[in-house]
């Protein structure tokens, strides 16, 4: 890919970045993103990474729901950890209720013999606020009742600035050249709004690593990989399961999404280019509830610079790097 066209693809990449609302929401999976779905995926590989991520979701005209996230991740060779830092914003349309959020990762691998062992912790802090368009518009009307004496103020009510939310997380992740297999936790605790109760979730990731072969031996051009994350909580629970292709420059990947709460089941597919260092994935899938008779659809357009590893050791500069699980 020549200069210029990388040029105009980091200048998208960072205009995405600042122009669009919303945030990772919990129940909206990310597909490209792997930190979002676990915190032990900070500094994977040695690596680091940028990535920014916009989905949305729609059931009807009133549940319009978008969600928008900026990581950065890194590995730090004095710590022998990974750290990422989190920007969330976004919009639940149904209650015309707008969120921003930041958050922070430490994780720190246990090495083993030809596998390795990561558990990490993260903390996000969300502020939620009323819709701004909405709440102009309640304003412009500057009443507070009808003639029946209900108030006319449009969901989720009259003030502006709704309530503070803090999610800590903890993950756990075994990574072998096999398999990667992971677990992470979280509790919602709302402030501000005592109607609001504390939430727990619980998403499990599990992934085989698979390389093609040719005459009985190993070809790298491409690796196959089965995918199955599953999020639970106090009331919502949700599966994914999949097959991701990926070649030197391409991505392909089909999955199978179900909402077993709201008995909402559908797919999804994936395509994604990737240049050098830089990563763009498109994805679209749709669903439909037969119990209640009402179709869903669903996106995600993400960006990603991912930079691998580099040893840099000036005791012994000609040592062969080590060998990423």
């Known amino acids: 890919m020549k200069n210029s066209v990388k040029i105009v ?32 995926f900070a500094g994977f590989n040695k690596s680091s990474s940028v990535w920014s991520s916009l989905q949305f979701y729609t059931e009807s005209r009133r549940r319009i729901d978008h969600s928008f996230s900026v990581t950065y991740d890194t590995w730090s060779d004095k710590l022998r950890a ?14 015309n209720t707008n969120y921003i959020g930041a958050g922070f ?15 990490s912790i993260n903390i996000n802090y969300y502020s939620y606020s009323k819709q701004w ?30 309530y503070n939310k803090i999610t800590p997380r903890i993950g756990l992740l075994w990574n072998s050249p096999e398999l990667t297999l992971g677990i992470s936790a979280s509790r919602h605790q709302t402030f501000k709004n005592s109607s609001i109760k504390p939430e727990h979730f619980l998403v499990a990731y599990a992934t085989q690593k698979t390389r093609g072969k ?16 599953i999020l639970a909580s106090n009331n919502l629970l949700i599966s994914r399961a999949g097959f991701r292709m990926e070649r030197v420059d391409h991505l392909l990947a089909i999955f199978v999404q179900n909402n077993f709460t709201e008995n909402i ?3 999804s597919g994936i395509i994604g280019w990737r240049s050098e260092n830089l990563n763009v994935s498109l994805t679209t899938g749709g669903a439909y509830s037969i119990s209640s008779k009402r179709p869903a659809f669903f996106g995600e357009i ?3 610079l991912v930079l691998p590893y580099k040893r840099s050791n000036m005791e012994d500069p000609w040592a062969p790097p080590d060998e990423p699980y």
């Not at 200048?11 to 945030?23: A, D, E, V, Y």
């Not at 005459?215 to 995918?227: D, N, R, T, V, Y």
């Open 82 to 95: 990974g750290t990422a830092w989190y920007f969330y914003q976004g919009l639940k349309g149904e209650v």
């Open 302 to 304: 993400s960006f990603g």
């Open 265 to 267: 089941h559908g797919v």
């Open 133 to 162: 368009f909405v709440h102009m518009l309640d304003g412009l009307l500057d009443l507070e009742q009808d003639e029946s004496g209900n108030s006319i103020y449009q969901p989720p009510g009259k003030d502006f600035w709704l």
């Open 214 to 229: 040719h005459k009985g031996l190993e070809s790298h051009p491409f690796k196959a990989s089965p995918e199955l994350v």
């Open 9 to 40: 693809l980091l200048i998208l990449f960072m205009t995405i970045s600042f122009i669009c609302s919303s945030q990772i929401e919990q129940g909206l999976f990310p597909y490209s993103n792997n930190l979002l779905i676990n915190p032990s």
């Open 105 to 119: 990762t430490f994780s720190k691998p246990v090495y083993l013999k030809n596998s390795e062992f990561i558990p």
